[in-house]
């Protein structure tokens, strides 16, 4: 049975986190991809194509990507090289303190090019991605023509 794993499962979205594929069969040539929707519901993803270690393992913090979205080791590369499946659209977060992005992280056999909706993955899971702590609060600030917002720490 194949696993996908993250560690930790929920983190702040500029933290690192770690990806694991486990139960491969030794040098198996596999597609790692991520993606999630925007609070407009737009797609965005990535993918990263890996061969499988001896043990049948796929780590993108020690193992190269051998292409895809990006190629080489990149630990965080699935989450930096998201793309928009609609062109010009960009990856932005309004409701920063409510709720999380929900990447979700999947593993193909093979190389997996496209998005077809029949094709299985053999493992995923998913990461939450959080833009403000717990604790932290949020003051919006408008000033004259200044506009922003000034996040306190607990």
Known sequence: MVEVTVTPQSSLAD???????RGLTPSQLVTLR?????EQGECFQSRAFFRADGAGEVDPGIHAA?????????????????????LFRRLVKRDVAGSPFRVRLEVFDGLCLGTDP????????????????????????????VRGALFLPP
């Open 34 to 38: 991520a993606w999630l929707k925007d």
């Open 118 to 145: 029949r094709e299985q993955p053999l493992g995923s899971c998913e990461a939450e991605r959080w833009y403000v702590g717990p604790g932290v609060q949020r003051v919006p600030i408008r000033e004259g023509r």
């Open 66 to 86: 051998l292409g895809g979205s990006y190629s080489g080791v990149w630990p965080m590369g699935l989450f930096w090289f998201l793309q928009p499946d609609t």
């Open 15 to 21: 933290r690192p986190v770690q990806i694991r594929v």
